[in-house]
């Protein structure tokens, strides 16, 4: 099999002469966008799963005309958003135009465990992109240069995609970043933790129901798969992961998400199609159907989340989780790692939004479980480097054995400005039995909290955020008070 990057500028070289219909897509990272595409969700102004991101941007707009067409009306307090990311739906997806951007940023001590934020990586960040989106083929390319990047990597091609359509469906070669859940402070098996993976991709473009008897009971649905190319420089060179998920909606108030990735292939190891065939199998336990370390097809993750919400006193509350096992048995994941929160939103009398969230996360094995198994999340034999890419982890950035809550809240004006703070206290690496750890060495206690606040001008978009973390290591009482913030400019 050849490497998935050598393919991926294949199909950029390629599909410029293509003639097929692409969907431009939401990126993770824009707190603002998802609070108010779940307040749309929880007032029955969009009908599909939004828990896999990016979302295309056409499954949003085919909601919001429906809307228009069939003349359902919205409670008054909602029509400021709804009006709001309808003119953005139409205006990102608009066709047959050409436009350009770009940014800077700056940032002091930029955090190292990211939840659903587009924070900078990096101490500087200056970009540009431009996009075109014609009839038959979306084009969206970013790329920035940084100020002594963590990885090494000067310049980078993060946040584009290329992408065509068939159907219903797009296939894509894309840097695009990835979240795959309901939590709002990380997702167990994809965020945006770590960069983004250079990836060929298949999603669908509106998530519309099945028609048949036996299957339309599952309601809307979406799947996104991901064949991408993790880096030279780790234990087991150029390995590939593979990602797939389904997420759909059989109630208006329940969404179902179900996800499975792997780490396998790489210099040295087995990338057949036999190989590839075990691992969807799950035919990759040692000791299984004669699988030795030799010829283990991969490293794999799976799980189930899910996100339901209830009318009280006419203010959504919502109730969400995410179980994903780091091992199988009997065909189904174990070992699991588990998320839950509860969140609630509402609507002010000056029509501001509002949305409140506690979370809690555990990254150990058996987590809910006496005893539990520590050393196990995030970790495997054979691709030592772990769950990660460019050093950061795939999944929860709090990498292994945590157990941390995290307290946000967010506030949207009906122009679309953003306040947000989170808090987050817990034990992170809570036995430190690991040769490595992206985010705490030894056995740590860490209390901290950020704000950040967006605000839309008529020369760009301009981001701020201020932080504060404290770190106890346990073992011996030493303490480090820190702190942190960014400034950024974004072009319209």
């Given amino acids: 099999m050849h490497k998935i990057s050598h393919i991926i500028w294949i199909v950029l070289a390629a599909i410029s002469s293509s003639t097929v219909w692409a969907a431009p897509q939401a990126q993770p990272g824009d707190v603002a966008l998802r609070h108010d595409i779940q307040v749309l969700v929880d007032y029955g102004a969009i009908s599909g799963p939004v828990t896999t991101w990016p979302i295309a941007w056409d499954a949003l707009l085919a909601d919001f005309e429906k809307i228009k067409a069939n003349n359902i009306v919205l409670p008054n307090k909602v029509?400021?958003?709804?009006?709001?990311?309808?003119?953005?739906?139409?205006?990102?997806?608009?066709?047959?135009?050409?436009?350009?951007?770009?940014g800077l940023s700056f940032a002091k001590d930029p955090i190292n465990i990211?939840?659903?934020?587009?924070?900078?990586?990096?101490?500087?960040?200056?970009?540009?992109?431009?996009?075109?989106?014609?009839?038959?083929?979306?084009?969206?390319?970013?790329?920035?240069?940084?100020?002594?990047p963590s990885d090494g990597e000067g310049f980078r091609a993060d946040g584009s995609q290329i992408g065509v359509d068939f159907g219903n469906w797009s296939f894509a070669a894309s840097t695009m970043d990835r979240w795959w859940g309901p939590?709002?402070?990380?997702?167990?098996?994809?965020?945006?933790?770590?960069?983004?993976?250079?990836?060929?991709?298949?999603?669908?473009?509106?998530?519309?129901?099945?028609?048949?008897?036996?299957?339309?009971?599952?309601?809307?649905?979406?799947?996104?798969?991901?064949?991408?190319?993790?880096?030279?420089?780790?234990?087991?060179?150029?390995?590939?992961?593979?990602?797939?998920r389904i997420n759909f909606r059989p109630l208006d108030s329940l969404e179902i998400g179900i996800s499975r990735t792997?780490?396998?292939?790489g210099d040295g190891r087995s990338c057949?199609?036999?190989?590839?065939?075990?691992?969807?199998?799950?035919?990759?336990?040692?000791?299984d159907a004669g699988t030795t370390r030799e010829n283990e097809p991969g490293n794999q993750m799976a799980g189930i989340d899910a996100r339901w919400t209830n009318m009280l006193a006419g203010i959504p509350i919502s109730l969400y989780g995410q179980l994903i096992g780091e091992d199988e048995a009997g065909g189904?994941?174990?070992?699991?790692?588990?998320?839950?929160?509860?969140?609630?939103?509402?609507?002010?009398?000056?029509?501001?939004?509002?949305?409140?969230?506690?979370?809690?996360?555990?990254?150990?094995?058996?987590?809910?479980?006496?005893?539990?198994?520590?050393?196990?999340?995030?970790?495997?034999?054979?691709?030592?480097?772990g769950y990660t890419h460019e050093g950061r982890i795939i999944g929860h950035g709090l990498d292994n054995d945590a157990s941390v809550y995290s307290m946000g809240a967010v506030v949207v004006s009906t122009e679309g400005n953003l306040w947000q703070v989170l808090g987050r206290f817990g034990d992170l690496n809570r036995v430190g039995i690991d040769?490595?750890?992206?985010?705490?060495?030894?056995?740590?206690?860490m209390v901290s909290i950020d704000i950040q606040h967006t605000r839309h001008s008529p020369i760009g978009l301009f981001e701020i955020g201020i932080g504060r973390e404290r770190r106890e290591i346990m073992a011996t009482?030493?303490?480090?008070l820190d702190s942190r913030g960014f400034i950024r400019w974004i072009s319209h």
């Fill in 183 to 244: 939590g709002w402070d990380g997702s167990l098996i994809l965020s945006n933790n770590a960069r983004p993976i250079p990836a060929l991709t298949l999603s669908r473009n509106r998530t519309r129901a099945f028609q048949n008897k036996w299957l339309s009971w599952i309601g809307p649905w979406d799947m996104s798969v991901i064949f991408g190319q993790l880096e030279e420089e780790r234990a087991i060179p150029n390995a590939q992961f593979f990602g797939m």
């Fill in 114 to 148: 990211r939840g659903f934020s587009n924070a900078p990586r990096e101490k500087g960040e200056i970009h540009g992109n431009a996009s075109w989106f014609h009839k038959y083929v979306s084009i969206d390319l970013n790329v920035s240069a940084t100020q002594k």
């Fill in 332 to 385: 189904l994941p174990s070992r699991y790692l588990a998320q839950f929160g509860v969140e609630g939103s509402g609507i002010t009398r000056g029509q501001y939004s509002y949305r409140w969230f506690v979370e809690w996360a555990g990254t150990t094995c058996d987590v809910l479980k006496d005893p539990i198994l520590y050393g196990c999340g995030y970790r495997q034999a054979i691709y030592k480097s």
């Fill in 272 to 287: 057949s199609l036999d190989t590839f065939t075990d691992l969807l199998l799950g035919k990759d336990n040692i000791g």
């Fill in 477 to 480: 009482g030493a303490n480090s």
């Fill in 435 to 445: 040769d490595y750890h992206s985010v705490a060495i030894v056995p740590q206690e």
């Fill in 79 to 102: 029509l400021p958003t709804f009006n709001r990311i309808f003119a953005r739906a139409l205006r990102e997806a608009r066709r047959g135009e050409f436009s350009y951007g770009g």
């Fill in 262 to 265: 792997a780490q396998w292939c």
